[in-house]
DNA sequence: TATGAATGAGGTTTCATTCAT
DNA sequence: CATGAATGAAACCTCATTCAT
C-alpha cells in the first residue's frame, strides 16, 4: 500500500523513457495517483483531504485525477479498493506451515498484529469509512467480491485444534477473528488518544513486541481448553 | 450527551420558558449547541460537519456558535471535552460491590463493552479525534486534567484477583484496560466495514449479548490463573 | 489628546470614590471611550478598527459606546473633533513674544513640526479622514466653527516682516502655512514608508532636531527678502 | 496606472477577441483585476476595500482573485508593487537635458508635483500603507529592489549646481528629496481636510498651476546660494 | 494525454449593532 | 448607568469540478 515504488517500477518496465512524466503510462499514473491519495485520504480523512493537494503531490496534474476516477469519491473508492486488496493479497499466501493449532494461532495473530503497524495508513481508511458508515464499501463490487481467505486460514486452524483437543469447541470462526482484528486494529487507531491520555508509548519496537505478544496470549487463551 | 437533547431548557430553573431560545439562558444554548454539534461532529467527522448545519439544528443562530466557542475547532473541542467528562464522570460512580474478582473484571468489562455500545457519538468522536493524531485533546487542558479513575478501579480488582490466587501476577493495569478497551471499541467504531464485509450483524440485542460475554470471557481468561 | 490622566483627574474631583468604574462620572467615561478610540482609529483607520476592542480597552462597556456616541462614525467624529479641538487649543495659546518676524517664523515653524512629532495619532487621524475624503470633518459642526488662530499669527508675523523689510510681498498666508504643514505633516506621515525605502531614519531625536531646522529653514528662507 | 484599464486587454496578441473575459488571458485578467482593485483600495483603504466589491467591478469573478493573488492582502501587496513600480519607471526615464542646476531642480520639483497630482491613487495607496506602517513594503521584495533612481539624478542636479557655484553645499539628497516629496504629497493626500478647513480649492488648474510653481520656487530658495 | 485557467456554490468567520436584565 | 447575550448581514476564503487549448 505504502510501498512507493509503484510509478518507478512501472517506468523501467515499459520504456527506458526519462522520468518526466511525459511517458504514456496509464498504469503508472494511476498508481502514482493512488499512492498520493492513499497517504491523504489517510491522513486527513475524506472531507479533509484536498483534491488540490493530491494532485500537487502528484507527477500528473488534476485533470488525471477526473480523467481516472471521476470524482473525489471515485478516487476515494479506489484507495480503499487497493487498501483491501492489499491485505487480501497477503493474507491469501498467508502460510502457517504446519504448526501446531495453538502455535498457528499464535502466529496468525502476531500476523494481523503486525500487518496492521506496518500499514496505518490502511488502518486509518478504514476508520475514516467507517465514520462514512461504510458507504463507499458497499458501493463497491470489487471489494464485495475480495475473499476474506483468512477466515479458511483461521477456520482450519480452529478445527485442527479443536479435534486435537487443545481448543476448546463452541466458538465460531468470525468471533475469532473479530478478537484478534479489534485488539491489532486498536494498537494502531487509537493509538493517538489513549497514548496521550495514558502518557504512554504504543510504537516503540519494544512496546509493539510486549503488546504483539499480549494480544496472542490473549487469543490463545481465550481459545484453549482449560489446562486439564 | 446524546440522550439529552432538549432536558436542557426544561431544566432551566427561571421560569417554564418554551423553548424558543429567546430566552436569556447561556448555559442552555451553550449545551444545545453541543449536543447538536456532538451528533454532526460524530456523523461526518470534523471536516465533513458543517458549522452551517450544526447552527440550523440548533435553538440558536450561527453566530452564537462563534460567540461562545469562537470557532468551529473550538466547538469540535469543547464537543470532545463534554465527551469525556461524560464518560470519565460514569467511571467514577462505578461501583463494583465486594464482587469476587473474576466476577467483578467481568462486570468491569462488560461496563465498559456496555457504555460504548450506548454511546456510539463518543466513539466515533474518538475515532475523529484520532484521525486527527489527537491534537485537539492534547491541547485541552480540562481532557488533561481529567483523572481516569476507571484504572484504579480495575487496579484494585486485578490485586484483589492477584491476592486471592484467583488471578496471575505481572499483568500490568494499563494494558489489561487496553484490551478491555480495544474489544469494547471495535464493536461499535468498526461495525459498518466489519459487518459488511463479513455480512454479519452486529447491532441486534442479541448478538450484542453474545459478543458482550466473549468480550468479558475473552478479558477474565487472559487474567485467571490456569484453573488448579 | 494622548494625555490619559482624564479619567483620573475626572474621579479625584468628583468624590473620594473607588477606581471600580462604578462611579457616575458621564465625563470620565466619554473621555475614556474617546482616548482609546483615538489610538484604535489613529492605529488601524476607520474601517480597520474594531468598536469591540475599543470597548474592550476601554473601562466601560461597548453599550456605553453606543450609549454616548450612537454609532461608530459617531464615535470617529467625536475622535476627530477632539484632536482637531486639541491642536486649536493649542495654537490658540501660540505665544511668540515680540521676536523679530524671521525669528517668530522659525519658532512658528518649528512648533507645528515639533506639535506633528509629538501627536503621530493626530496625523494619524488627519491621514484617516482624507482618505475618507474628509467627509466626517464636514459634517461636524464642531470642527467648522473651530477658529483656525495659527493662521492670524502667521499672518501678524508675515505682515511684520515685509513691513521690517525682511520678508518679500505677495506671499500669501495660507500658502505659507500648507507649506509648514507638509513639512511637518510628511514626517510623521509617510514616516514608515519613506524610512524604509530610503533606509534612514526618522524618528531619533537626532534626525528630528536636524530635520526640524532644515523644515524652519525652508520656510525661512522662501519668506526673506533675497538678502540685502 | 488609473489611465490604463481595458487598454490591457486590447493588447493582447491572440486575437482581437471581446472583453468578455472569456479569452484565456491570463495577463488581461490579472491587469483588470489590478486595476480596478488600485481605486478600490486607493478609495477606501484597505479594511474598507471590499473584495467582493472588486470582483464586481471586475470582468472577471472573485474566484479570481484569490487564484492569482492567494488573498486580500496579496492583492493589496501586488497593487502597491504596481504603484510603485509605476513611478519608478517613470523616474527612471526622467530626462532634465542640460538645463542649468537651478532650472533642472525646478523642472525635478515641477515633475513630482506633477505625477502627485496626476496619480492621486498612488498617493492615496501610499497613505493607506503607511497607515499600516509600512508592513506589505517591507515584506515585498519587488518593492524593495526597486531603484529609486530619482535620488540619483537629483544628486547629479545638485552637485552640478554646487560646483557651478549657485547652489550652497552642504545639504543632503534626501533631504532635498523629502522636501521635495513633502511638498507635492501634501497638496494630494491632504487635499480634503485642508481644503474644507480653508475653504479653499486645491484642485483646479489654475492653483494647482500656482501651488505648483511655490513649491518649485520653496525648494529652489532652499538650496540656492544667497544672491552674491 | 496533459495543463493552467476558470467557476459557482458554499464554507467559515466577523462586524456593527440591539436587546433583556 | 451598566452588562452579557444575541443577531443578521456581509465579509473573506475554499472546494470540487470543468473548460480551453
Known amino acids: 500500500m505504502t510501498a512507493a515504488q509503484g510509478s518507478g517500477r512501472g517506468r523501467t518496465k ?8 511525459r511517458t504514456h503510462d496509464p498504469e503508472g499514473v494511476k498508481r502514482n495517483i493512488l499512492e498520493v491519495a ?54 491469501r499466501d498467508l502460510d502457517l506451515g504446519d504448526l501446531p493449532p495453538a502455535d498457528a494461532l499464535r502466529r496468525l495473530t502476531e500476523f494481523t498484529f503486525d500487518y496492521q503497524n506496518a500499514h496505518p495508513d490502511f488502518v486509518r481508511l478504514v476508520m475514516v469509512e467507517n465514520i462514512h458508515d461504510g458507504e463507499h464499501l458497499e458501493r463497491s463490487e470489487r471489494i464485495q467480491s475480495l475473499n476474506v481467505s483468512v477466515i479458511d486460514v483461521l477456520e482450519a486452524v ?53 503488546r504483539r505478544s499480549q494480544v496472542a496470549e490473549t487469543v490463545v487463551r481465550y481459545v484453549r481448553k482449560a489446562a486439564l
Chains 1, 2, 3, 4 share one sequence.
Open 158 to 210: 480452529y478445527r485442527r485444534g479443536v479435534a486435537d483437543g487443545v481448543f476448546r469447541a463452541g466458538i465460531e470462526t468470525l468471533d475469532l477473528h473479530m478478537t484478534i482484528s479489534a485488539l491489532s486494529f486498536f494498537n494502531v487507531a487509537n493509538r493517538a488518544t489513549f497514548s496521550k491520555i495514558f502518557k504512554c508509548d504504543m510504537r516503540s519496537d519494544e512496546s509493539l513486541a510486549k
Open 38 to 91: 492513499t497517504r491523504e485520504f489517510a491522513a486527513k480523512g475524506y472531507s479533509g483531504a484536498r483534491v488540490d493537494e493530491i494532485a500537487a503531490k502528484t507527477a500528473t496534474s488534476k485533470r488525471m485525477i477526473y480523467y481516472y476516477f471521476r470524482d473525489k469519491e471515485g478516487l476515494f473508492v479506489a484507495v480503499l479498493e487497493e487498501a483491501y486488496s492489499g491485505i487480501r493479497r497477503i493474507e
Open 14 to 21: 515499459s520504456t527506458g523513457a526519462p522520468a518526466t512524466g
